[in-house]
């Protein structure tokens, strides 16, 4: 009868394995004892992405063009990922898809050039 449940728990030791080892192994890798010891150099401690240091208070205010930047991005971002679809359904939705997709671009290409035009691209 408990050989029934053998793959059963099978299953749960694969299972857990393959959530734990990639944890151990990334812990052990990361370890200063094993590459030497940490330094890190200026180019890892200047700021990145947001346009400050790094290690300063929680609680301080973030430049609004960050946010703007942020936001554009992820707007043009999803925007172009409806081409994807669209190319892949381009023999089924026939010229009437192409000249939807035609329009879309169109429209997101002015908004673009608005905001090109306006200096939100611009960091400064």
Not at 87 to 105: D, H, R, S
Request: proline share 6%; hydrophobic share 60%.
């Amino acid at each position: 009868m408990l050989q029934n449940y053998f793959p059963i728990l099978l299953f749960i030791i694969v299972g857990i394995a393959i959530g734990v080892v990639p944890v151990v192994i990334s812990w052990v890798i990361s370890q200063p004892w094993l590459l030497g010891t940490y330094r890190p150099d200026s180019e890892k401690l200047s700021p990145y992405e947001c346009g400050f240091e790094a290690f300063e208070d929680a609680r301080m205010k973030f430049d609004v063009r960050y946010y703007l930047i942020a936001i554009l991005f992820i707007l043009f971002d999803l925007e172009i990922a409806f081409l994807f679809p669209w190319a892949v359904a381009l023999k089924e939705i026939g010229m009437p898809g192409f000249v939807a997709m035609l329009v879309f671009l169109a429209v997101l290409v002015v908004g673009f050039v608005y905001e090109w035009m306006k200096g939100a691209l611009e960091w400064e």
